[in-house]
C-alpha cells in the first residue's frame, strides 16, 4: 500500500488549499482514507475520513472550514481547508484503514500512512 500526498505548499491567511493524497498498491473496494495533521511540539490531530465504498464521512456534517471527497477512478481521496489560519499550518498526512467500511478519526486506527506534506499559512 503507498500512500502519496500533493498540495501543500505556502498559503496567505483567509486562502484556501486542497490536498490530494493517492492511493495505490491494493484492490480492495472497502477502506478508508482519513486526514490527519500535526504542528510543531502538538499531537497529531484527526481532521476528517471517507469511507471510500459509499462516500459517508465522518464527522457526519461539513466539519467547518474542512471538506473530504473521494474520485474513486484515481483512487484519489481530497481535503479542502477554507479559511486557512496560521494555526493551520501543520504537516497534513493521509492515511488507509484497508477493508474498513465505517472510518474513523483514531491514528493508532489506520496501519498505512503517507510520508505528509507540510502546510504552512504565513502573510
Known amino acids: 500500500v503507498q500512500l502519496v500526498e500533493s498540495g501543500g505548499g505556502l498559503v496567505q491567511p483567509g486562502g484556501s488549499l486542497r490536498l490530494s493524497c493517492e492511493a495505490s498498491?491494493?484492490?480492495?473496494?472497502?477502506?478508508?482514507i482519513g486526514w490527519f495533521r500535526q504542528a510543531p511540539g502538538k499531537e497529531r490531530e484527526g481532521v476528517a475520513c471517507?469511507?471510500?465504498?459509499?462516500?459517508?464521512t465522518f464527522p457526519e456534517y461539513e466539519k467547518g472550514r474542512f471538506t473530504i471527497s473521494r474520485d474513486n477512478a484515481n483512487k484519489r481521496v481530497y481535503l479542502e481547508t477554507n479559511d486557512l489560519k496560521p494555526e493551520d499550518t501543520a504537516v497534513h498526512y493521509c492515511?488507509?484503514?484497508?477493508?474498513?467500511?465505517?472510518?474513523?478519526?483514531?491514528?493508532?486506527?489506520?496501519?498505512?500512512w503517507g510520508q505528509g506534506i507540510q502546510v504552512t499559512v504565513s502573510s
Open positions: 492515511a488507509a484503514e484497508i477493508g474498513a467500511w465505517k472510518c474513523r478519526l483514531l491514528p493508532f486506527s489506520y496501519k498505512h
Open positions: 498498491g491494493f484492490t480492495d473496494d472497502y477502506y478508508a
Open positions: 471517507i469511507n471510500i465504498h459509499d462516500g459517508s
